[in-house]
């Protein structure tokens, strides 16, 4: 298997298992079967798309190859049909969810780093790769996103990102720093699932008459 | 009438009676004018907008040409100051509607194929450009969007789009196939109105202990 | 300070009380600092990267140069650690935010214009510019776009837009045009929110029962 292939394998994995979230959300909002499908592909492939308009790159790869499609699709009627079963491994889709989330948010960074973007454009553009498909999924569904408010989960994305950009201004190779960055965000994404890690919230000085929570 | 001024009707008449669904939509929520105007565009163009992006096919039509916008605005304009009248004609708008989803089923996926994606893509920005618009229109409204989950509405966009597309491998004529696309999702359409069709929705086992709706 | 610096000077300032309008929702609605950052600078540069997008102008420089990225999130940084010192500048801010819309109003249908686009279309994209921040800002956080419901905001921009595409018809030069539209928009916003100008709303005849509200 070559490097290329190796990476679309991988990529189509993280696209598969994004698919599988967002498919649950749909059954779990009783939508109906074209509504499933819909999430599925929107929370597998709307941070690549968005990355991709935004970079000019079009028609985006999820669109024009047929691999991206056939694997939302597929990872959408997996649940329809057997949504209690993938609900009772949501353990092991949380590790691929991480291994996704790795995985994008370093190609979303390297790809943003090959349009010529400069090095705070090509993080953030990592970061959305990797969120963007959540934040539609939960949009859609007339929800407030999950990242926006709960867990750390940009934060990882975020730090395998700036690894991956960090790295085309120091003697490193790109597999190299590629690797670093996922495993790093890999990382802080399962610590951040084991301890419950959360990030600060704003104080809310107005709530000083509720009973303290400690 | 030339061929081409014959499409550019039936194109606007679709925006046009899309147009009035994001109106009364915007009236219903008790919208200000603008308000009421901007849900009319969006519904009548956005399915369209979002093909052309994602074919790199900048600016989109519903933008650069003054067509779109007139007709989007009218419908908004005559829908705010009319809407008991327009609410009365509720069977005839969603008789038109079945027609303008089974004319943009038919436009989004040729121009996708004339774009020389792949057939599978063609199909999806063929439905894409027919559930766009009132999709955009629901999200804004804060409602979980209407064919996501309710009547059999995208799947006669689907049936369309795949004859448009499947003719290209055979030995057709664009038109015959277009007309034939387009009568297919109309008639499936105005079908599953009349007996209320719907797609199946996942099963829901932890609801076992509710009283069996049968 | 030549007349492009001062142009930047005044976008970044516009961007900068956006983004200040997005952080103060997302504290409010208890986003994490993540959360808040996002919101920042969706609020800040959604409706220019719209714009630029509907133009095929990528990649956009909301993106592309990191002024406006540093100037979004220092906004919502501090927002953060100081929302109720922010939250106690009300008048200022609004002070500010029209004079934001008037700027982007103004830049947004210029853009437009420079990219020869019609003036229907041109006044449209220039209104986008100034209300699409705020209308993302709200969509996710699952709330109806202020704008559509409430308050004279996007009439405002309208109206700038408006001189500013006319006068490109007019023997006139662009810098009075432009200063002409903004201190136009400014000036309407600012009386709007001193005397509580709102748009019409619709007619609600079914409400007939109800007790008059006059």
Redesign the interface.
């Known amino acids: 298997m070559s490097a290329s292939t190796f990476v679309l394998v991988l990529d189509l994995l993280g696209t598969f298992v994004f698919a599988l979230s967002g498919a649950l959300v749909?059954?779990n909002?009783?939508?109906?079967?074209?509504?499933?499908l819909?999430?599925s592909f929107a929370a597998g492939n709307a941070g690549g798309?968005t990355r991709d308009?935004?970079?000019?790159a079009?028609?985006?790869p999820a669109?024009?190859?047929?691999h991206y499609?056939?694997v939302s699709l597929g990872a959408g009627l997996l649940t329809?049909v057997w949504?209690?079963v993938v609900q009772r491994m949501q353990e092991l889709i949380s590790i691929i969810d991480a291994a996704g989330l790795a995985l994008f948010a370093v190609s979303g960074a390297t790809k943003a780093m090959d349009?010529h973007?400069?090095p705070?454009?090509a993080i953030?553009?990592g970061v959305l790769t990797g969120i963007g498909g959540g934040?539609l999924r939960d949009?859609?569904?007339?929800?407030?996103?999950t990242?926006?408010?709960?867990d750390l989960y940009?934060?990882a994305a975020l730090a395998g990102a700036a690894v991956v950009v960090g790295s085309y201004y120091l003697p490193l190779f790109t597999t190299t720093a590629s690797l670093a960055g996922g495993v790093l965000c890999f990382a802080i994404r399962m610590i951040a699932i084991r301890r419950d890690w959360?990030?600060?919230?704003?104080?809310?000085?107005r709530d000083k008459n509720q009973p303290s929570p400690s």
């Open positions: 749909g059954v909002k009783k939508l109906d079967l074209f509504g499933v819909v999430l798309i308009l935004l970079l000019g079009t028609p985006p669109i024009s190859s047929w499609v056939v329809f949504s209690p349009f973007l400069n705070l454009a953030m553009l934040m949009v859609l569904v007339s929800e407030v996103p990242v926006l408010h709960a940009a934060v959360q990030l600060p919230k704003p104080h809310q000085p």
